[in-house]
């Protein structure tokens, strides 16, 4: 596989589930971000991993736990969840301190809470 | 805190025109990174052109192009010869230099850019 995948695609969970969404790159990158993508909303940014460092939490609810286990993968780990919190989940990886640093996204995760 | 702003929701022209996309922005950075980036119906978010902000010469990609007025703050994206491929929601990005650290992006609320056959 090239670039930056996810899994799954989509995804329907109640109110009371644990789930996770897996992010993974395969471009070499030493940073991977989360991005929320919500209905009439910028995409919003959620976490940085910065070489396996969490470098920034954008005030993103408990209820969303993210794992950086080594450069190439990020997970986003799922409890409790709201209504609202239905929208596509983008992941993407960058490598920084190079110049400049474009972030390459995956496809997403559309994700839909009942 | 940095903003974007695309003032048009949404746009349509005919195949072969040449269309641009306008965006604004607001930041008391002076070393950043400005992005255009395409999302089709797919949801796949794809890099269309990036340009440095220390840089004056405007950048292009091909039928892409960007007017990059640093005073004023404005980025455009003009699209020579439209394509039915070319529609797609287009957003405008903006990234601090964060000195070989990893930064996220800042995106406006996007742009629905229609190419009629």
């Known amino acids: 596989e090239t670039g930056v995948t996810q899994t799954p695609r989509h995804l329907v969970m109640g109110m009371t589930n644990k789930k996770s969404l897996k992010c993974e790159q395969h471009l070499g990158h030493n940073a991977m971000y989360w991005y929320k993508q919500s209905a009439k909303k910028p995409l919003e940014l959620m976490f940085v991993y910065n070489f396996k460092e969490q470098t920034e939490n954008n005030s993103v609810p408990s209820r969303f736990s993210p794992e950086c286990p080594n450069s190439s993968h990020l997970f986003l780990h799922l409890h409790t969840l709201q209504p609202e919190d239905s929208a596509l989940y983008l992941c993407?990886?960058?490598?920084?301190?190079?110049?400049?640093?474009?972030?390459?996204f995956g496809p997403g995760t559309r994700l839909t809470v009942l | 805190a940095q903003t974007v702003t695309q003032s048009q929701p949404e746009m349509s022209v005919q195949e072969a025109e040449t269309v641009t996309l306008s965006c604004t922005y607001d930041?008391?950075?002076?070393?950043?990174?400005l992005f255009w980036y395409k999302q089709p119906p797919s949801r796949q978010m794809i890099l269309v052109i990036r340009q440095e902000a220390y840089k004056q010469q405007n950048a292009t990609e091909n039928r892409f192009s960007v007017n990059f007025q640093k005073a004023a703050k404005s980025f455009s994206l003009k699209i020579s010869d439209s394509q039915l491929g070319d529609t797609a929601m287009y957003f405008c990005?903006?990234?601090?230099?964060?000195?070989?650290?990893?930064?996220?992006?800042?995106f406006g609320k996007g742009t629905h850019l229609i190419i009629q056959p």
């Open positions: 930041t008391s950075e002076n070393n950043y990174y």
């Open positions: 993407a990886s960058s490598q920084v301190g190079e110049g400049l640093d474009t972030q390459y």
């Open positions: 990005a903006f990234m601090k230099e964060s000195g070989g650290g990893a930064d996220g992006l800042t």
